[in-house]
């Protein structure tokens, strides 16, 4: 006898438009709950490669340092003058951040600074040079200033010789004499002296490739002006030191992405604080913070309160870390209470 077979399954239960639109609304909810985290992780990981790049900047500068008997790489870029020739290959400039000198220590991966045929030396670029919340970085670190071996250069015309002066020690500079105190890597304050600081873009590469621009910092920071001023506190720097520096004839149109076209308007502190936490308008303001590293090796992050204090007209370093072991020496006379 034949019987019927019969299907027990339950029959399938489609989603109601109510139900789908609570899952859609969970998801909406947790992408906005995610997002800011994963943000805030990614801003953390590419501050930490700053600082672990600044620091393998800093620990090639001191290998340097070691094989030069305590001397850290000079800062000699006088092109102008035609004065400061390496000896190595007959170019023009003596700076730390050279192929010549740092390039010994450091792997070249932007080759872009300068064309090959150039009478100024290639520099280093690309790689641990580059903060990876700087604009279209090629280097985004530099030297201060004080820590150089020879920073500038006297002419001595009885002889035709040059004669190459640690900084702060040309007595014919009135903007670098005695305005800091050089130092070496046996420095008893090492661990508050800044060695590598981040700086700004300011030239473009020369190797010019309109899809990929890359700009690179100056030589130095920090030689100019009172350590308070340095950091950007009152009103911070003068305009003419990027005047003479930022604003590149190496290219028709030295138009950095950090500085911007408006020649009037310059950063006001060596430093840039737009990089940590990353922020995409009005670049220049004190505001955010900046990596240092040291001369004993370490790197920290502050942030523009924590190194300057402004009390009416008066603007101080909190000498939380220094340019040199003269700052508060330097800033003694500002209120008439020392430093």
């Not at 690179?216 to 003419?240: D, H, I, V, Y």
């Amino acid at each position: 006898m034949l019987t019927k077979n019969h299907d027990t399954r339950a029959p399938h239960r489609a989603f109601t438009l109510i139900e789908l639109l609570v899952v859609i609304a969970i998801i909406a909810l947790l992408i906005g709950i995610l997002l800011p985290a994963i943000g805030k992780a990614r801003e953390t990981a590419r501050g930490l490669l700053c600082q672990t790049n600044i620091r393998s900047i800093a620990q090639a500068v001191q290998v340097y340092a070691v094989d030069y008997r305590g001397k850290y790489p000079t800062i000699l870029g006088d092109p102008g003058r035609r004065v400061v020739i390496d000896p190595d290959n007959g170019k023009l400039n003596l700076v730390w951040h050279d192929v010549n000198r740092i390039g010994r220590y450091l792997p070249q991966e932007d080759f872009r600074n300068v064309d090959d045929d150039n009478e100024v030396n290639p520099t280093v670029g690309g790689g641990v040079m580059e903060c990876p919340n700087h604009i279209d970085a090629g280097r985004s670190y530099t030297m201060n200033y004080w820590a150089a071996s020879a920073a500038e250069v006297r002419l001595n015309f009885s002889n035709g010789t040059a004669e190459y002066l640690r900084p702060g020690t040309n007595r014919e500079n009135p903007e670098t004499y005695q305005n800091g105190l050089g130092f070496n890597d046996s420095t008893g304050r090492s661990s508050k002296l800044i060695l590598i600081s981040e700086g700004w873009g300011a030239f473009r590469s020369q190797l010019l490739d309109v899809t990929d621009v890359t700009w690179f910092t100056q030589g130095s920071a920090g030689s100019r002006q009172l350590p308070g001023e340095r950091f950007g506190g009152g009103e911070g720097l003068e305009a003419s030191v990027f005047l003479g520096n930022g604003r590149s004839n190496w290219t028709a149109n030295p138009t950095s992405p950090e500085l911007g076209s408006d020649t009037t308007v310059m950063p006001t502190s060596y430093n840039p604080y737009y990089r940590h936490p990353r922020r995409t308008g009005d670049l220049r303001a004190i505001q955010g913070s900046s990596n240092f590293a040291f001369v004993d090796g370490h790197v920290d992050n502050y942030q523009p309160q924590d190194l300057f204090v402004e009390d009416g007209d008066i603007v101080k370093s909190t000498y939380e870390i220094l340019w040199s072991e003269n700052d508060p020496k330097l800033e003694r006379d500002v209120d008439g209470t020392g430093g």
